[in-house]
Nanobody, 125 residues
Framework: QVQLVETGGGLVQSGGSLRLPCAASGLTFSSYAMGWFRQAPGKEREFVAAISLSGISTYYADSVKGRFTISRDNAKNTVYLQMNSLKPEDTAVYYC??????????????????WGQGTQVTVSS
């Protein structure tokens, strides 16, 4: 049974930082590209960042470029999202997702095979 478990969410002030780990189990982690998405209240889920199977290639939404960093540790079956300089508009539920083999359409949620349950990030002004 595949499980993706996000942790690390919480309440932080504007300008602060959070690190979100996502631990994977029940799959061959190194065979999956990994992505982070987020969904704010009343809005559609949107792409945040993605990382290739090896971790060599990373991709970011324009809204987070330069502030967020995605990384992975294949030995620990974990993907991370380091979020710096947080803004109130970053407030959302953050989800990690796994894409078997990776896809050029890394920004599309339909490319992903498995999803975590999400973790809430709230940024106060």
């Amino acid at each position: 049974q595949v499980q993706l478990v996000e942790t690390g969410g919480g309440l932080v002030q504007s300008g602060g930082s959070l690190r979100l780990p996502c631990a994977a189990s029940g799959l061959t982690f190194s065979s999956y590209a990994m992505g982070w998405f987020r969904q704010a209240p009343g809005k559609e889920r949107e792409f945040v960042a993605a990382i290739s199977l090896s971790g060599i290639s990373t991709y970011y939404a324009d809204s987070v470029k330069g502030r967020f960093t995605i990384s992975r540790d294949n030995a620990k079956n974990t993907v991370y999202l380091q979020m710096n300089s947080l803004k109130p508009e970053d407030t959302a539920v953050y989800y990690c997702a796994a894409d078997l083999g990776g896809s050029a359409a890394y920004g599309s949620d339909s490319s992903y095979d498995y999803w975590g349950q999400g973790t809430q990030v709230t940024v106060s002004s």
